[in-house]
């Protein structure tokens, strides 16, 4: 089945603390991104992906990082989390460019303490 | 700066009744335009888009949405809502020959049985 999977699906954890939210896409896409969502916000890119190493900020991108080593894989990494990251967060994948139906993962709800 | 616009934050509606959801876009250029749903609990899915052509696309479940150039604007409607649509829905805009997606804040809805 094509699907894009987030892990973990929920997350508590404490300021500062390192954490990865992993994402994995199965359908060969090129593009891939990130996404929080926040109530009133509506969705905010924080970063993006057109291909293996390539790598864009977003609308905010500030205390997130990301890594394109493979090409079904584009994990978010929050090296100091701070409460103001609680969000819910989602990876997306599409085969190319902006004209192209983005897939979205089912999510992962993230508190930062 | 390019934005996406919707206006109706949240609507209820009661089943049986007419839906008409606003979206407008700031951007000069050439875009391909799109409705997401969110059902409860769910991630988002592709609810319809528009890449050229006729300007009035038809989607899943009864979902249509005109596109008029001139007024920059993608509103999604639906002769007879059911229980069952009620949801989040957000419309996107891609920016042609980019990977820049831009979403809008989102719009409620909540039908009535």
């Known amino acids: 089945e094509a699907q894009v999977t987030q892990n973990p699906r929920y997350l508590i954890t404490v300021t500062g603390k390192k954490l990865t939210v992993t994402c994995s896409q199965n359908?060969?896409?090129?593009?891939m991104s990130w996404y929080r969502q926040d109530p009133g916000l509506g969705l905010r890119q924080i970063y993006y992906?057109?291909?293996?190493?390539?790598?864009d900020k977003g609308d905010v991108p500030e205390g997130y990082k990301v890594s394109r080593k493979e090409k079904r894989n584009f994990p978010l990494i929050l090296e100091s989390p701070s409460p103001n990251q609680t969000s819910l967060y989602f990876c997306?994948?599409?085969?190319?460019?902006?004209?192209?139906?983005?897939?979205f993962g089912p999510g992962t709800r993230l508190l930062v303490l | 700066a390019q934005s996406v616009s919707q206006h109706n934050h949240h609507v209820i509606l009661s089943e049986a009744a007419s839906l008409e959801l606003g979206c407008n876009y700031s951007?000069?250029?050439?875009?391909?335009l799109f409705w997401y749903v969110q059902y409860p609990g769910q991630h988002l899915q592709l609810l319809l888009k528009?890449?050229?052509?006729?300007?009035l696309v038809k989607g899943i479940k009864g979902f249509e949405a005109e596109f008029i150039k001139s007024k920059f604007s993608f509103n999604l409607r639906k002769p007879s809502v059911q229980w069952s649509d009620t949801a989040e829905y957000f419309c996107?805009?891609?920016?042609?020959?980019?990977?820049?997606?831009?979403f809008g804040t989102g719009t409620r809805l909540k039908v009535l049985a």
């Open positions: 528009y890449f050229s052509g006729d300007p």
């Open positions: 951007y000069g250029g050439t875009v391909n």
């Open positions: 997306a994948s599409s085969p190319g460019l902006a004209g192209e139906t983005q897939y």
């Open positions: 359908m060969n896409h090129e593009y």
């Open positions: 996107a805009v891609g920016i042609s020959g980019t990977y820049k997606y831009i």
């Open positions: 992906s057109m291909n293996v190493e390539v790598t």
